[in-house]
Every structure is written in structure tokens, then in C-alpha cells.
């Protein structure tokens, strides 16, 4: 009986230290495996859940499949993505911050838009945790958010290239309108745009920002076009895109351009309408790039849905993160990652890019892309008229923004 009870004992101790090998008794590991926790606030409801958080969530798990397991100084590691939704708001993203950290215990965070954002912050700050943000804006970074960053694309910063092309090209263009999402990251885009056009000596003759969910957009377009705009700048998405068209019915003949594109309001309110529309992001339309045009065929055939630009630039940000802890040889090492980050580039659906804008904010945590001038020549059909690279956008954003 001893015999058989060592030999029962034996297997059991072999039995778990085969389990314990296999990652069944580690956290997160499998096979050798290690994973890292992400944790991402989204807007999963309302009208934002609808323009963007739900298909920035799409995008992530792409962006997750597309990356797999990856090396890191020799171990192998796979994300762990976990989202929370943080109703694109600052107590949101409280609430959604909080159970990231002290529920799931990640190993990184995301906050999309800037009100839940701008509340992360100082918590991953507390805990020295990098955190990414979106649709923030320049003054939003600087010493004293060091673990703040931004992949996706920062409206301010394009928005002077935009103006450098358009007063070139455009020459008559001299009064400007502008409207938006009201609410911190639709106003913080709505001044800088402002600011960028005054700095090009165009007149800004009217500002509106619409309240998300609302029903009714005569009222805006009719306060707009009494203005005589030569050029209406305003976004494409979540309905906002019934400003323009309202304009439009009531005899707006200017110029149209936006800072966010969707082809589902394009269609919403007739490609004939909106034909002629310039686009000033870095938006995957048309061909420009062919791997975001092979990963935006993939992710809307998978999910049915449109690869909507904060969609494009969500799935970037996991894209520059793993390349950033790959070169930077360490996950855990934040000083070491962070420096990386300041002086590297980082493999994306659109070539490398890198972090600049140090010389406005004192660190560089904004990630440099390109611009595109795009402009809409009919359905589902795009133009590039202009690209200004990397190098000549944050040289040019310096310039006017110094």
C-alpha cells in the first residue's frame, strides 16, 4: 500500500508540475506565454458608442490578431485587451479608469476622447502607468503628464498644414465657419482649427458646436450660412454631417472640408452633396497606403462594418505600442519605454512614425502623420491632391503654432 500510495503521490506531483509549467498555475502565461493587460475606455453606448467606440473596438481585436504573440528580449508575450466603457465622458472615464486599474490590474491603459481622458491621466500618472489618449490637443501634454501620450491622430496639428495648402490653392477663400460635437474635444478642435485659420489671416465668422443627439440642425446650418462662409469646416459622423447638407439646401456654394470622414454620412446625405468635400486627415480612403487599405477591406468584411478613422488610428496604437516594448526590450520598465518612445519610430498601417512636438510642449508625445489633402470626386472615389510628409507636418505645425 505505501509502494502504491508513493507512486499515486509521484504522479500527482509530476501531474503538477507539468500544470504549473503549461502556465495553469502562472498569471496570464500559457505556454511560455505571457499576457499583457490593456485596458482600453470607450464610448460602448449612444451616439458615440455608435461612431466610435463600438468600431474602435472592432479594430482593436483585429489590430490583436494581426500582432499574435510577439518577442520581447526574448520571451513571448500576447495582449490581453480588456475594455470598459467610459460613455465618452469625464466621469466615464472615472468610473472606467477605476475598474481598469483596481479590477482588472492592467498593464496599460487607453481612454478615447479627451473628457475621459484628461481624468485618466492623473491617475496613471499617480501609479506611473503610460496612458494614451484621443482627440486631445496640444496643450494637453506636457512635464507635468509625462505618461501621457497620443497614437491616434491630433487634430491641431493638422489643421495648419490644412490652411498652409488651402491658402495656396485656394486664394479666395478668406472668411471661415467652423462647427463640431459639442463638448471638450469638439470645442478643443473647433479653437484650434480657429486658431490655425486666423494665423493664415482668415476670418473666422462663426463657431456652433451641436450637442451629440440632437435632433433637429436647421437652426446651426441656418446661423452658418447667414454668415457667408467661404469655406464650412465641420464633421462627417454621428449626423453632424447634416449641418453641411441643411447648408447646402438653403444655397451654401463654398467650400466644404472636414477633419473627420465617414462614407456611411456621405451616404446618409447623397455622394452628390458631398462631392467636392476635402478631407485633411489621415484617414485610409482610396488607395493612399496599401496595407491600411488591405487591413480596412479586412476589418469591414469581418465585421460588416466601415473602418472609420478613429477605428484606423485605434488599431495604430497597438501596432506602435508592441513595436515600442519590442524596441525598447523590456514590458515593465516604463522610464525605458517612455524613452523609446521620445526618440524612435514604430512600424504602422502607414509606414514609421515617430513622437515630435517637443519644441511646442516640452516632450515629445504626440504622434507625427502625415497629411493628406483628399479631396471627394464621387462615390466611394477620392483624389489625393497633396501629402505632406511626417517631417514637413510637424515642421510646418512648429511653425504656426510656436
Known amino acids: 500500500m505505501k509502494a502504491k500510495t508513493l507512486i499515486v503521490l509521484t504522479l500527482l506531483a509530476i501531474l503538477l508540475l507539468s500544470t504549473f509549467a503549461c502556465g495553469g498555475g502562472g498569471d496570464g502565461e500559457e505556454e511560455g506565454v505571457t499576457e499583457l493587460k490593456y485596458g482600453v ?9 455608435a461612431a466610435v467606440g463600438i468600431p474602435e473596438k472592432y479594430a482593436f481585436n483585429l489590430a490583436n490578431e494581426k500582432v499574435g504573440e510577439f518577442t520581447v528580449a526574448g520571451k513571448q508575450y500576447r495582449w490581453k485587451i480588456i475594455f470598459e466603457d467610459n460613455l465618452g465622458t469625464a466621469a466615464g472615464g472615472t468610473s472606467s479608469a477605476t475598474k481598469l486599474i483596481y479590477e482588472h490590474h492592467v498593464d ?3 481612454q478615447t476622447l479627451k473628457d475621459p481622458g484628461m481624468v485618466a491621466a492623473p491617475m496613471c500618472e499617480e501609479l506611473g502607468m503610460l496612458c494614451a489618449t484621443s482627440g486631445a490637443e496640444i496643450e494637453d501634454f ?14 491641431s496639428l493638422h489643421a495648419p498644414i490644412f490652411f498652409d495648402w488651402l491658402t495656396k490653392e485656394h486664394p479666395e477663400v478668406k472668411r471661415v465657419a467652423v462647427s463640431g460635437p459639442d463638448d471638450m474635444t469638439g470645442r478643443s478642435i473647433g479653437e484650434a482649427i480657429a486658431a490655425a485659420a486666423e494665423h493664415f489671416g482668415l476670418e473666422i465668422v462663426s463657431k456652433e458646436y451641436a450637442p451629440l443627439g440632437l435632433a433637429e440642425y436647421m437652426p446651426i446650418a441656418t446661423k452658418i450660412a447667414s454668415k457667408n462662409p467661404d469655406l464650412f469646416i465641420g464633421a462627417f459622423g454621428g449626423a453632424l454631417e447634416s449641418i453641411y447638407e441643411l447648408m447646402v439646401a438653403l444655397g451654401y456654394e463654398g467650400l466644404g472640408a472636414s477633419y473627420y470622414w465617414t462614407e456611411a454620412g ?5 455622394w452628390d452633396i458631398c462631392e467636392g468635400y476635402i478631407i485633411f486627415m489621415p484617414i485610409p480612403l482610396g488607395d493612399i497606403w496599401p496595407e491600411a487599405t488591405a487591413f480596412r477591406d479586412e476589418y469591414e468584411d469581418s465585421y460588416g462594418l466601415e473602418l472609420a478613422p478613429s477605428a484606423f488610428w485605434a488599431a495604430n496604437v497597438l501596432f506602435v505600442l508592441t513595436d515600442a516594448l519590442k524596441q525598447a526590450g523590456t514590458v515593465d520598465d516604463i522610464d525605458k519605454i517612455i524613452q523609446t518612445m521620445e526618440t524612435e519610430k514604430f ?16 516632450l515629445a508625445r504626440l504622434a507625427i502623420y502625415p497629411t493628406p489633402i483628399i479631396q471627394v470626386v464621387g462615390k466611394n472615389q477620392y483624389e489625393l491632391l ?3 510628409s511626417p517631417e514637413e507636418t510637424e515642421a510646418l505645425a512648429v511653425e504656426v503654432l510656436k
Open 41 to 49: 475606455g470607450l464610448p460602448l453606448t449612444g451616439q458615440y458608442g
Open 142 to 155: 506636457g512635464p507635468d503628464r509625462p505618461h501621457l501620450f497620443q497614437t491616434s491622430a491630433t487634430f
Open 386 to 388: 497633396h501629402m505632406y
Open 108 to 110: 496599460f491603459m487607453l
Open 266 to 270: 456621405a451616404e446618409r446625405i447623397g
Open 347 to 362: 512600424d504602422t498601417l502607414i509606414g514609421p512614425i515617430g513622437y515630435g512636438l517637443e519644441e511646442l510642449n516640452g
